[in-house]
């Protein structure tokens, strides 16, 4: 081979490793009771770190979705097309319970567990996750209506992913959608003008145009529409009890920034039948706690592209070199790395400390679930937010290479505004967090409670949380201060949850840098004296 094409130091891929081995999540899956699932989540994610599930990933984003409205006869049809690497991601996830698994799971800490390896899975491939969360979201809405619930909640918790136009009771698995959002009014959804006409024998016929459909092959939908009553929830199967297809019509597919493997739809209602869920008036009400747990899943997607990218950033550092030195080992790049790393596992430690307060507050902890309506709202929000700028961080570091499609960090800066816009965009979250302290002061109480259980480990955090009380008493302006008092709000949380649990290292630099006021508007602006290489080893998968 000519000397022009030697290939020298190029980094080798990112295989053969546990995508589980990730300290900092097996730590929470502990505290929360739900260690009896590590030998599975170890089983994931050492499938998730083979270069065939890289495969599937690569696979399923570059053949998208194709929309099929019609056969070759002029009928209606209304299907979508997938690559067979994305069926292959959707079984994986479906039998290893990250779908509706936990609703039907009474083992300590399932949701949790769940958890842990939704966020394990999702480093393979984001866009699958939609429907996977979706299905795990909807268990909640319908058990609403306790009929549905007794003949559907089975299938969808089942452990097989059956896909295919069919009746759903005549299936082994079942996947849930949602179809909420239209084109005047997005997370407005009181603005809705789809309509449910009631029928004779107690079902209701919908007519209308949703905006945004997820996963518009799944088996059933939770959509709202005015009824008589006014807004109410209703469940809508693609396939009818008697074999013939609802009128649930596929416009056309969305022409996405990212999340391009998953088919999202603008749809129409053409007289379809539905079930109502719930009570006439009370769709937001039913379909509430369905967003909540999506939202869940919003923290923790965000957190899980934090850590692969943190991961691959660290990996081509370690591997590459410039200016006669390993690019970890020269001080700016480690300030960099590190400071990936330590917002990395700061999203990681919250998102995992929320689906123990969902599993606590399922329980019937009472104090859990303020805990858990406050800080997954300042969460969502905040984490979320964080998401993009640590993505386009992390393919920095990879330079040039970072910038093509095949190192996949392309894949992941895409993806990654998705989840702060996915089930109420920035503003809404902020004002969701406003919302839940105006209304129930019990809530503020038991968030402040939470907090203070790291009271006098650290000073900045001691600071931190005397500041926010005093910003919470003034009232002037509160909703034009929205956004700074809920991130304040996010960064305490995380800063008392590593002092309390996280690695030494990691802590102390958090709360230097986050809470401490000495840190700079990028990565790459952590204060000295900080053990970088501490915090570094926690993301090596070497």
Request: hydrophobic share 40%.
């Amino acid at each position: 081979m000519s000397p022009t094409h030697e290939v020298t130091n190029q980094v080798p891929d990112l295989h053969g490793h546990d995508v589980a081995a990730d300290p900092t999540l097996l730590a929470a899956l502990d505290r929360a009771g739900a260690g009896w699932a590590a030998p599975e989540l170890h089983e994931l994610g050492r499938l998730a770190g083979t270069e065939q599930a890289a495969e599937w990933g690569r696979l399923a984003n570059e053949y998208e979705p194709v929309l099929r409205t019609h056969d070759r006869y002029g009928h209606r049809i209304d299907e979508v097309e997938f690559h067979p690497a994305w069926h292959e991601l959707m079984r994986t996830a479906v039998s290893h319970g990250l779908h509706a698994a936990p609703w039907r799971d009474d083992r300590p800490g399932a949701h949790t567990a769940r958890a842990a390896k939704f966020y394990v899975w999702g480093q393979v491939e984001a866009g699958h996750s939609c429907p996977i969360s979706m299905t795990y979201a909807s268990v909640p809405a319908l058990r609403s209506a306790p009929e549905l619930a007794e003949r559907l909640e089975p299938l969808l918790a089942a452990s097989e992913y059956d896909f295919g136009l069919r009746e759903p009771g005549s299936k082994r698995g079942l996947i849930a959608g949602m179809s909420m959002t239209e084109k005047q009014g997005g997370s407005d959804v009181r603005t809705n003008t789809t309509s449910a006409v009631p029928q004779a024998d107690g079902t209701y016929r919908l007519t209308g145009h949703k905006w945004f459909t997820s996963a518009p092959m799944s088996d059933l939908f939770l959509t709202l529409a005015q009824a008589p009553g006014g807004l109410s929830c209703f469940m809508l199967p693609r396939v009818l009890p008697d074999g013939s297809r609802n009128r649930i019509l596929l416009q056309r597919l969305k022409d996405k920034l990212g999340n391009r493997s998953n088919a999202s739809a603008e749809i129409e209602y053409d007289g379809a039948v539905g079930w109502l869920v719930g009570e006439e008036g009370r769709g937001v009400q039913t379909i509430i706690e369905m967003v909540n747990m999506t939202r869940l899943d919003c923290t923790l997607g965000a957190a899980s592209g934090m850590r692969l990218g943190a991961v691959r950033a660290l990996h081509h550092a370690t591997h590459r070199r410039a200016f006669g030195a390993a690019l970890v080992d020269q001080p700016l790049m480690r300030n960099v790395l590190a400071d990936l790393v330590v917002e990395s596992e700061a999203a990681t430690t919250v998102a995992l400390r929320l689906a123990a307060a969902t599993d606590l507050a399922l329980a019937g902890d009472e104090q859990e679930a303020l805990v858990r309506r406050l800080g997954l709202a300042v969460s969502k929000y905040w984490v979320c937010k964080r998401g993009p700028a640590h993505a386009a961080e992390a393919l920095e570091c990879l330079g040039g290479n970072g910038y093509v499609e095949e190192s996949g960090m392309p894949r992941l800066y895409r993806e990654a505004p998705l989840v702060s816009i996915w089930e109420g965009s920035g503003n809404v979250a902020a004002l969701d967090a406003l919302r839940a302290m105006a209304k129930r002061p019990a809530t503020v109480e038991a968030f402040f409670a939470e907090l203070d259980q790291a009271a006098g480990a650290d000073r900045r955090l001691d600071a931190a949380v005397a500041g926010l009380r005093k910003q919470l008493g003034d009232l002037t302006d509160l909703e034009y201060r929205t956004r700074r008092v809920v991130e304040q709000l996010a960064l305490a949380f995380q800063g008392a949850l590593l002092v309390r649990h996280g690695d030494p290292a990691v802590a102390e630099a958090f709360c230097a840098s986050r809470l401490g006021g000495d840190h700079g508007g990028a990565f790459g602006t952590l204060p000295t004296g900080l053990d970088t290489e501490a915090i570094l080893v926690r993301a090596r998968h070497e």
